[in-house]
């Protein structure tokens, strides 16, 4: 796999859709090894389609932590889609374009009625590090300014809270 860098248009289509694509992300030998390997697991029965798949568990059962509120569930899919919105709200609001305010109230969904413990976690790492990191100079957004004035508020409703990440991002317990 070779190193990519977005190009301006590439950055337009990621703010304006919430996806680009990278043509060629991978080399024409690697490309015949997945497919390969694809074909091997369609014929060895071994193939699993999470989207369509009755339950949320992809990576097996999760921890109970004897919360009521949480199931033991684990969703890699989910949980590495959540991931990734973390890395972005990292880069500020502006990397999310028109998908800021949809981005925003998903998150806040999560945390207000995912059953899945690290999803929860992941949706407040993201929304805490939109609130909080950016540069000084930096005038928030209006939703943002909103975000940070109703964020405690909105973490103290959960039954648990990962307070060292939350802390490092600014918000205080």
């Given at each position: 796999m070779?190193?990519?860098?977005?190009?301006?248009e590439?950055?337009?289509?990621?703010?304006?859709?919430?996806?680009?694509?990278?043509?060629?992300?991978?080399?024409a030998n690697?490309?015949?090894?997945?497919?390969a390997?694809?074909?091997?697991?369609?014929?060895?029965?071994?193939?699993?389609?999470?989207?369509?798949d009755e339950?949320?568990?992809?990576?097996?059962?999760?921890?109970?932590?004897?919360?009521?509120?949480?199931?033991?569930?684990?969703?890699?899919?989910?949980?590495?889609?959540?991931?990734?919105?973390?890395?972005?709200?990292?880069?500020?609001?502006?990397?999310?374009?028109?998908?800021?305010?949809?981005?925003?109230?998903?998150?806040?969904?999560?945390?207000?009625?995912?059953?899945?413990?690290?999803?929860?976690?992941?949706a407040?790492?993201?929304?805490?590090?939109?609130?909080?990191?950016?540069?000084?100079?930096?005038?928030p957004?209006?939703?943002?300014?909103?975000?940070q004035?109703?964020?405690?508020d909105?973490?103290?409703?959960?039954?648990?809270?990962c307070?060292e990440?939350?802390?490092?991002?600014?918000?205080?317990?």
């Open positions: 070779q190193a990519l860098e977005a190009n301006a590439q950055i337009a289509q990621f703010q304006k859709d919430g996806f680009t694509v990278f043509p060629y992300f991978f080399a690697e490309l015949a090894a997945l497919r390997e694809l074909e091997r697991f369609k014929r060895e029965g071994l193939g699993r389609n999470v989207a369509t339950c949320d568990v992809c990576e097996g059962d999760g921890v109970d932590f004897g919360l009521e509120r949480y199931a033991p569930v684990r969703s890699a899919v989910r949980e590495n889609a959540l991931w990734s919105i973390v890395i972005l709200c990292s880069h500020g609001a502006e990397i999310l374009g028109s998908a800021l305010e949809p981005t925003v109230a998903a998150l806040k969904e999560v945390i207000r009625s995912d059953k899945n413990i690290i999803a929860v976690g992941f407040m790492d993201a929304l805490a590090r939109l609130a909080n990191l950016r540069p000084a100079d930096d005038k957004l209006p939703l943002i300014v909103d975000l004035k109703n964020l405690r909105m973490l103290a409703e959960a039954p648990v809270q307070w990440s939350l802390v490092r991002e600014g918000v205080m317990p």
